[in-house]
């Protein structure tokens, strides 16, 4: 099993829709958890974090946490092409470690 | 918010010649650097750990005589590719970790990447 897994898409929705997207870890210490977007030949960009269960708002993007399922979900309102980009899960191990263990990526087409 | 740079952007070496990327945090003090690797189209892999002042950690399948990190002061960690092979063409980048007062110390900032191409 890999350590976060994600489904790799393509997701395609209509603009102005609704994007969701999902993340599984296999780790239940962790503790921190992220999402970040990746344009194609760019390095990632840090959309959201969240380290409680519950959701967590910021503009149009909603992370949601249940530690229970090891699930995290991003959520993006009003989607725009611009969001058109890979969405990478990464998840902090728990205890000491720093690492990032990262998903590989769901990739999100936003149709105009 | 924080950055991180990274330099160079792109790079283009020849077979058997080694080639540095530098990787500097500009506005906090980083404890703690990570270099991965990325091929087109997959996710990141982590390649090591570089902690201020010490030895990097390196992650299992990757050759430390190869990629030689330095980790020299708080701001800058150095990714050094040695005998570089047509193989070792890709996406490197780093990140650094924010752990400064008054901080969470869990976020975690990448710079822009470097592409290498070993011809």
């Not at chain 1, 870890?25 to 380290?51: A, C, H, N, T």
């Not at chain 1, 611009?82 to 998903?103: E, Q």
């Not at chain 2, 703690?32 to 090591?48: E, I, V």
């Not at chain 2, 002061?73 to 650094?96: N, Q, R």
């Amino acid at each position: 099993q890999k350590e976060v897994e994600q489904n790799s898409g393509p997701l395609s929705v209509p603009e102005g829709a609704i994007a969701s997207l999902n993340c599984t870890y296999s780790d239940r210490v962790s503790q921190s958890f992220f999402w970040y977007r990746q344009y194609s030949g760019k390095s990632p960009e840090l959309i959201m974090s969240i380290y409680s269960n519950g959701d967590k708002e910021d503009g149009r993007f909603t992370a949601q946490l249940n530690k229970a399922s090891q699930y995290v979900s991003l959520l993006i309102r009003d989607s725009q092409p611009s969001d058109s980009a890979t969405y990478l899960c990464a998840v902090k191990g728990g205890g000491a470690t720093n690492k990032l263990i990262f998903g590989t990526g769901t990739l999100l087409a936003v149709q105009p | 918010g924080a950055v991180v740079s990274q330099h160079p952007s792109r790079v283009i070496c020849k077979s058997g010649t080694s080639v540095k990327i530098e990787c500097r945090s500009l506005d906090f003090q980083a404890t703690t650097m990570f270099w991965y690797r990325q091929f087109p189209k997959q996710s990141l892999m982590l390649m090591a750990t570089s902690n201020e002042g010490s030895k990097a950690t390196y992650e299992q399948g990757v050759e430390k005589d190869k990629f030689l990190i330095n980790h020299a002061s708080l701001t800058l960690s150095t990714l050094t590719v040695t005998s570089a092979h047509p193989e070792d063409s890709s996406f490197y980048i780093c990140s650094a970790r924010d752990g400064g007062v008054g901080t969470s110390g869990n976020t975690i900032y990448f710079g822009e990447g470097s592409w290498l191409t070993v011809v």
